[in-house]
């Protein structure tokens, strides 16, 4: 892997304790960056920040509740006086909770906006301009293919990650050019959060007839943090085995 800049740098990661998160921060923890993962899981964040360690990189949990301003303003200041500039952020960290429109409520709904956007928004908020100060970075944001399909079962899961790319966007805009942010879309992977994806959900259909692995998402996140990306901002990728074709 290139490095992500041209000199050592920090990279967080949200929602990193297992699944897609711990997958980020296992590619992106190479020679070069210093790899926060933060989580509320804390036994599971620390186990594998462990693993990452013990194969050379150079990673560090951190409790971070994404919902809490107190947490990320915690979290900025401790890399404000970082000995390597922060210039990475994956807003990974998610939830998802299947219901119909009917079942759905309000309390579901409003812990899908808490995790899903504003985690994200105050993410954005916090640490871009401290990328801004160390001149320069890359946000990438994860959001879903339920984000541009519908699906049954998916109304506060699918209207969140819908936030999230039109703040994509406005962020875009705001922190260009010093900072670079963008959005992907992933459609079904092989997590504990799509265990019980309902009938008719978002990967039961995609052409190449499976969910992702964990590793197959990374790369991509890899290539919009990395300088290879230079000239990438406000934009949205889908990787879903085709399921949005």
Known sequence: MA????????????????????????????PGV???LTDVLDDEGERTAAVLRSSGADAH???????????????????RGSDLPLTGLVNNAGILRYSSIVETNLDSWKLHEQVN?????????SLAPLMVANGGGSIVNVSSTAALNGAKGYAAYSASKAAVLAL??????????????NAICPGGVETPMNDFEPQGGSSS???????ALVEEISPLIE????????????ASYTIDGGLTI
Do not use: C, M
Request: aromatic residues 8%; positive net charge; glycine residues 8%.
């Open 61 to 79: 949990y951190r409790r971070l509740d994404v919902t809490n301003p107190d947490d990320w303003n915690l979290l900025a200041e401790e890399l």
């Open 223 to 234: 290539y919009l943090l990395s300088a290879r990306a230079s000239f990438v901002t406000g």
């Open 168 to 181: 994509t966007k406005v962020a875009a805009l705001e922190f260009s050019p010093k900072v670079r942010i």
């Open 205 to 211: 259909s995609a052409p190449l007839g499976r969910r």
């Open 34 to 36: 210093r790899i926060i």
């Open 117 to 125: 956007v504003h985690g994200t928004f105050l993410g954005i908020q």
């Open 3 to 30: 490095k992500i800049f041209s000199s050592e740098t920090t990279v967080v990661v949200t929602g990193a304790a297992r699944g897609q998160g711990a997958a980020h921060a296992s590619l992106l923890g190479r």
